[in-house]
C-alpha cells in the first residue's frame, strides 16, 4: 500500500526546465553551469520521463552525475527516476549523495523519505519527511513508527488538501483505532474496577452484540456513578436492540433528565415510545429533539411517523418532506416515499400517491427486504 501510494506521488518532484543549462545552487547562492554534453545528457532524461522511458532516463542522469559530480540535482533526477520504475533500492545512493552535496535541496528530501518508507525504513523516513513539509506521509511514516497522536493531525491536515484519498483515509482510521485501543487498555490496566472501565468494556460487548455482557458491564457502572453522561443512553441502545422497549424507554428517559440537551437521547426516547404504541407522547419528545439538532433525517421520519399517528397530517408532511430535502437517496428515502404515498392515498390524493410510490420503486433495488412492512 505505501509503495502504491508513493508511486502515485511521486509525480515530478523535481520542476527543472529539460531546455535549461544553467541551474540554480541554493546553498552557495551562485548559478551552476553545465557542460555542453551533461547537458545533451540531462535533456535527453527529461525527452525520455516524459514518453515514460524510465530506464533510459536512469542511464542519462547517470551519464549527467558521471560528468558533474557536483550537481546534486542531478543525483536526485536519478533517484527519482528510480523511484518511477519503482526500483526504490537503486533510488537511496542517489538521493542520499544529492543531500550530501546540498543539505537544503527539498525535493530530494521528500524524495528519499518516500523512497526510505516505501521499503519499511520509517523511522529514518521520518525527518526528510518533516524536512520538506509531506504532512501525508510523514503522517503514515508515524503510524508505522507507533507516533500515533502525533500521526494524527498530520493526516488530517493532508486529507484537507486530498479529500477522500484512501490511503490517508486509512492510516488515519488506523491511528484513531490503535491510539483508542492503547487509551481503553491503559484505563484498563491502570483503573481496572472503575465506572468507566465497565463502561468501557460494555462498549466491546455492545460492538461484539453480546448483549447480556454489556447489560450487566453497564449496570455495573452505573451502579458505581449513576450520574455519569451517556451510560443510561448507552444502556438504552441495549434494551433497544433486544426490543425491551419499556426498558430502553426508562434508560432514555433518565439520560435526558440528566442531559435535557441531549438530541440523541430525546429522539432515542421517543423512537421507543413509538415503539410502543406511544404516538402522542412520541411525537412531543421527537419535537423536542428535532428543535435541539434540527434537519436530522432519522429524527424527522420518526417525527413524521409520530405526527401520522396523532392525527396530525400535516406535520407529518412536512417532516417527511423535510428529510426528503435533505437525504434523496438510500433505505431511509424509500421509506419516506412509501411513507408518503400512504398519506396522500389516505387523503384521496391519487396523482401525489403514485408518484411518491414511483419514487418508493425507483430505490427499493438498494432497500433492504423487509422494509415496506417497517412502515
Same mark, same amino acid.
Given at each position: ?7 502515485r ?36 532524461a527529461h ?7 524510465f ?84 503522517g ?33 482510521g ?15 490496566a491502570?483503573?481496572?474496577?472503575? !465506572?468507566?472501565? $465497565?463502561? %468501557? &468494556? *460494555?462498549?466491546? +460487548? ?6 447480556p455482557? =454489556?447489560?450487566? @458491564? ?115 428515502? !424509500?421509506?419516506? $416515499?412509501? %411513507? &408518503? *404515498?400512504?398519506? +396522500?392515498?389516505?387523503?384521496n390524493?391519487?396523482?401525489? =400517491?403514485?408518484? @411518491? ?19
Open positions: 500500500m505505501i509503495a502504491a501510494q508513493i508511486c506521488r511521486v509525480g515530478r518532484i523535481l520542476f527543472v526546465s529539460a531546455a535549461a543549462s544553467i541551474f540554480f545552487h541554493p546553498q552557495s547562492g551562485k548559478a551552476q553551469s553545465l557542460s555542453s554534453e551533461a547537458t545533451q545528457h540531462w535533456n535527453a525527452q525520455a520521463e516524459a514518453a515514460r522511458q530506464d533510459i532516463a536512469v542511464k542519462e542522469y547517470i551519464k549527467v552525475t558521471s560528468l558533474e559530480p557536483a550537481f546534486a540535482t542531478g543525483f536526485a533526477s536519478l533517484g527519482q527516476a528510480y523511484m518511477e520504475q519503482r526500483d526504490f533500492t537503486s533510488a537511496l545512493a542517489p538521493l542520499k549523495h544529492a543531500l550530501e552535496l546540498d543539505s537544503n535541496l527539498m525535493p530530494a528530501h521528500q524524495l528519499l523519505g518516500y523512497a526510505l518508507l516505501a521499503q519499511g525504513y520509517a523511522a529514518e523516513a521520518i525527518p526528510h519527511l518533516e524536512r520538506a513539509h509531506e504532512q501525508g506521509a510523514l503514515i511514516a508515524q503510524v508505522e513508527t507507533s507516533q500515533l497522536a502525533e500521526a494524527i493531525p498530520n493526516l488530517q491536515a493532508a486529507l484537507q488538501k486530498r479529500p477522500n484519498d484512501p490511503d490517508l483515509l486509512y492510516y488515519l488506523r491511528a484513531s483505532g490503535l491510539l483508542s485501543k492503547q487509551s481503553i487498555d491503559t484505563l484498563l491502570a483503573a481496572p474496577n472503575s !465506572a468507566r472501565a $465497565h463502561q %468501557a &468494556l *460494555a462498549e466491546n +460487548y455492545f460492538v461484539l452484540r453480546q448483549m455482557e =454489556a447489560e450487566k @458491564e453497564y449496570k455495573q457502572a452505573l451502579d458505581m456513578r449513576p450520574d455519569t453522561p451517556n451510560l443510561h443512553l448507552e444502556l438504552g441502545q441495549v434494551f433497544s436492540l433486544t426490543s425491551r422497549w419499556p426498558d430502553a424507554e426508562q434508560q432514555f428517559h433518565q439520560e435526558l433528565q440528566l442531559q435535557p440537551g441531549n438530541a440523541e437521547a430525546a429522539y432515542r426516547l421517543g423512537d421507543a415510545l413509538l415503539h410502543q404504541g406511544k404516538a402522542h407522547e412520541a411525537h412531543s419528545i421527537l419535537e423536542r429533539a428535532d428543535k435541539l439538532q434540527p434537519q436530522m433525517p432519522e429524527t424527522l421520519y420518526a417525527l413524521g411517523k409520530a405526527a401520522s399517528l396523532d392525527g396530525d397530517e400535516a406535520a407529518a408532511e412536512k417532516s417527511w418532506l423535510a428529510l426528503l430535502s435533505i437525504e434523496r437517496e438510500g433505505e431511509l428515502a !424509500a421509506q419516506t $416515499h412509501f %411513507a &408518503l *404515498a400512504g398519506l +396522500y392515498r389516505k387523503q390524493k391519487s396523482e401525489q =400517491a403514485q408518484r @411518491e410510490m414511483s419514487e418508493f420503486q425507483r430505490l427499493r433495488i438498494s432497500v433492504p427486504a423487509g422494509a415496506q412492512t417497517a412502515q
